[in-house]
């Protein structure tokens, strides 16, 4: 049996279509990514994955259950932490894990559950008295409280400092570990390429490829790259690796090459050079990263502009991932 499986699922708000025909196919033990721009439908999507939002059209199964008519069925076996949880404020880590674990015939142990979130500690802190990490922590623990087989994670790490992310990266990499099912919604691409074992890429409502984090770099064909500083201060002749089976392209700026290409580029490179006599000093192999491969596939920078065009949306990963796609296809 499928973990999860999508079919033609669709959804509007009004006249905004908002998921167009998405299907995906999750796998029982997988880690499973759905990354895109803001506005793509991925909260939507999961949404209707969870049996939180109806659906217009199209199936969605999770273990087997229609998320919406067998919902009280679902809850038992689903965990869901979605964006801006609304907890109760003045309860504290512990007796939020206790209400949780109430609505469950089965489940954790409490205090085990703290403990495996990193928040012993905090066990008689207030929700309100929490750090954004730790609220993110205590999230997680009510998703898990129930020991559901599939877990939905909408955003766990957004806004969170690296250590603190990290913390939750190694929860979500003990999950896998026990063989549960993991949903993860993310725009991080290191933390996509992490986690995931495979992403579903959404773009204005619609699936754009699914495929392992490099699968979804190499489908994208940007290629390698092999740099390196020419020592003798002698102007490089290109042509001594322009000719190579494997070379794309050659740019020379003073000292400085750059060889684009495919295959095993650098040991070819490489040998080439040694050939000729030339000595080569920081040479380095640079590979397309999944940043490349989302923009080359949506032809759009992922955290800059969002599904409506607005380029007010997002840090500063967009502009280095747009330098980097036009370096590569210069
Ligand atoms: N309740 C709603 N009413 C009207 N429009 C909505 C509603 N929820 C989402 N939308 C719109 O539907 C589209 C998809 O939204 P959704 O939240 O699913 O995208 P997302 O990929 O999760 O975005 P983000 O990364 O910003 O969370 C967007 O254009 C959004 O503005």
New binding site residues.
Partial sequence: MTAIHVHELR?R??P????DGVGLTVRPGEVFG?L????????????AIAGLRRPDAGTVRVLGLDPWRDRLRLRQVLGVQL?DTQLHHALTVHELVRLYRTFYASGAVVSDLIEAVGLSTHRDVRFERLSGGQQQRLSIALALVGRPRVVIL??LTSGLDPEARRHIWAIVEDLRDDGVTVLL?S?LMEEVERLCDRVAL?ER?RLVATDTPSGLVERAGLGQRVRFRVASGAPFDAGLVRDLPQVEQVEVRGDEVSVHGGGDLLGEVSTALVRAGVVATETRLERATLDDAFLALTGSALENT???GDPD?GGDAGPRVARHNQEVSR
């Fill in positions: 959804k708000y009004g905004r279509v908002a998921v759905i895109g721009r803001n506005g793509a439908g991925k909260t939507t999507t999961v949404e964006q909408d955003e919604v725009h959404l409502g969002d599904a409506d949306a």
